[in-house]
């Protein structure tokens, strides 16, 4: 079993966690027209038995390899070795004083909305490689709910510590943010450990911040940087959902448009499928 780290083990929650696909390669599919054997029975179910267990046991360690993160994260703030700001705060820092946000968002957060001169180095990235293992993770990323929060499949970004180190002296004042505050403390985690001492964590992440906490660019409101798939398409996040409270019915009426819209294109889909269908019955009839 391949050992991921805390940092990496965030690029996988719950129903992103990789498939362990060598105890699936084993299975054929059975013969349609012959029932199956009861041999052929058996090993189906002491296969999935043994994925079962597979899927238990990287779940478990996962979990403990979270807890054991957390309590390492716990310790530098307690201790004082990571000083604690929330959004407001950061900005303060940022306006009044010579400290520098560094932004350690994926891509796909950052291009919707990012602290103006903040400097941008992921400690996570859209994993954009085309390899089987990759592939099958990107697969199994989409069925398990992909489609519908829109999180891609991300990969650890190698040269976060070499890129920081181009950029800044390990005496640097550096605020460090996230969309939500877990992988930025896993940053501040790296850093720390690479000689950096004057680290800032901003609790909550961006999207804790309101509008006036921090000069922001780009299109979305920091809140919204973070969501996508589908359940943003239709605004049936939570963070829409604040939104629309004050926005109002114009906001709602957009995304009920949206939802009729998806409803009439289904709809259609099915509509011409039937038909399709029809039609080829009349050709085989002929």
């Known amino acids: 079993m ?13 129903n992103r966690r990789p498939t362990k696909w060598k105890y699936l390669s084993g299975f054929a599919p059975l013969p349609i027209a012959t029932a199956p054997s009861f041999s052929n029975i058996s090993i189906r179910r002491n296969g999935v038995t043994r994925m079962q267990v597979v899927e238990e046991e990287y779940e478990v360690k996962q979990m403990r390899d979270m807890a054991a993160a957390k309590k390492r994260w716990e310790a530098l703030v307690r201790e004082g070795k990571v000083k604690v700001l929330t959004p407001k705060e950061a900005g303060y820092a940022i306006q009044l004083s010579d400290k520098t ?9 950052r291009q919707k909305a990012w602290v103006k001169g903040s400097t941008w180095i992921p400690i996570f990235d859209v994993d954009n490689s ?4 990759t592939l099958s993770r990107k697969i199994t990323g989409f069925m398990m709910g992909g489609w519908w929060s829109g999180v891609p499949t991300l990969s650890l970004n190698k040269d976060f510590l070499s890129k920081v180190a181009e950029k800044y002296p390990r005496d640097k004042d550096l605020i460090l943010a996230c969309q939500k505050g877990l992988r930025s403390l896993a940053a501040c985690e790296l850093l720390y450990n690479a000689g950096y001492e004057n680290l800032f964590w901003v609790q909550g992440g961006l999207e804790a911040a309101e509008e006036e906490d921090l000069e922001r660019e780009g299109p979305q409101p920091f809140k919204l940087a973070g969501i996508g798939g589908l359940s943003e398409f239709l605004g049936w996040t939570d963070q829409q959902r604040v939104a629309s409270a004050k926005e109002g019915w114009g906001y709602r009426l957009v995304f009920s448009a949206r939802l009729l ?23 085989r009839s002929q």
């Open 2 to 14: 391949t050992h991921l780290s805390p940092t990496i083990a965030l690029n996988f929650p719950r």
């Open 130 to 133: 085309l390899d089987a293992g």
């Open 101 to 109: 946000l560094l932004d350690v968002r994926p891509s796909i957060e």
């Open 261 to 283: 819209g998806l409803i009439l294109a289904a709809d259609a889909l099915f509509i011409g499928a039937q038909q399709f269908g029809h039609y080829l019955e009349n050709l």
